[in-house]
């Protein structure tokens, strides 16, 4: 299991939908690392791509919301990090379907998205929960 109890935020919003990043991400990388030939994969493959460009700007939203619910300084920086994510999913899966289903762009993807995210969630998520701790906002959610 990916996920660690220390990337909780304290929200219980923010940190289910972390969760369910962490168990998809790692449901893909163990469909992508199996034994079943790449075709027997693209339709799991196709099936994270498209939870991923619904799920992330859903929870990139509700995290950004919280922020601003609790006055977070640096919520700009924040969204322009998710934007960029969001925009990345996007090209990759364009590229993906105008290539034919590429197993190495896939591969890629998926280790970019899986350091992305614990990298992410590890680090700038948690100064969230720090900010929210240090002013006495922690649990005020939207």
């Not at 196709?46 to 619910?69: C, I, P």
């Not at 924040?78 to 364009?94: P, R």
Request: proline share 1%; aromatic share 12%; net charge negative.
């Amino acid at each position: 299991m990916l996920w660690k109890d220390k990337y909780e935020l304290g929200v219980p919003l923010i940190d289910t939908q972390h969760k369910e990043l962490f168990q998809r991400v790692e449901s893909f990388m163990q469909v992508l690392r199996s034994s079943a030939s790449w075709e027997d994969k693209v339709q799991r493959v196709n099936e994270t791509l498209e939870f991923m460009k619904g799920y992330v700007v859903e929870h990139f939203r509700d995290e950004e919301a919280y922020q601003a619910s609790i006055g977070y300084p640096n919520w700009e920086e924040h969204k322009k990090i998710h934007t960029e994510m969001v925009n990345y999913v996007v090209q990759v899966s364009q590229e993906y379907e105008k290539s034919g289903f590429d197993q190495q762009l896939i591969q890629q993807f998926a280790g970019k998205l899986l350091a992305w995210l614990i990298n992410h969630v590890a680090s700038e998520d948690q100064r969230i929960a720090t900010y929210a701790i240090e002013k006495g906002v922690a649990g005020n959610e939207h």
